[in-house]
Nanobody, 121 residues
Framework: QVQLVESGGDLVQPGGTLRLSCVASKSILSINGMGWFRQAPGKQRELVAEMSRGGTTNYADSVKGRFTISRDSEKNTVYLQMNSLKPEDTAVYYC???????????????WGQGTQVTVSS
């Protein structure tokens, strides 16, 4: 069982920057995969970025080159650095743990409560 508490969502202008934080209830080095998903209005929840226990990363094509997932194991925290934000990045962002593939799509066993990111001028 993993509890996840995320924060950092805000209203920002296009081109702006945010960093989301996710604090886990256990060592993130003991979790087999963590990441960030997002769900925009009228859209399915989608994988944004993920990191394996070993530190390898994977990004959605839509955010590649703009977003960076990172971790601080001493703080049990995973981050999502979001640069060059676009209106289409607007969504509720969810921290996730124990990522896996379900019916051909990325999913996760544990979820944070979500934090709203709104990109608008």
């Amino acid at each position: 069982q993993v509890q996840l508490v995320e924060s950092g969502g805000d209203l920002v202008q296009p081109g702006g920057t945010l960093r989301l934080s996710c604090v886990a209830s256990k060592s993130i080095l003991s979790i087999n995969g963590m990441g960030w998903f997002r769900q925009a209005p009228g859209k399915q929840r989608e994988l944004v970025a993920e990191m394996s226990r070993g530190g390898t990363t994977n990004y959605a094509d839509s955010v590649k080159g703009r977003f960076t997932i990172s971790r601080d194991s001493e703080k049990n925290t995973v981050y999502l650095q979001m640069n060059s934000l676009k209106p289409e990045d607007t969504a509720v962002y969810y921290c996730a743990a124990d990522n896996f593939i379900q019916r051909g799509r990325p999913w996760a066993r544990y979820w944070g409560q979500g934090t709203q990111v709104t990109v608008s001028s």
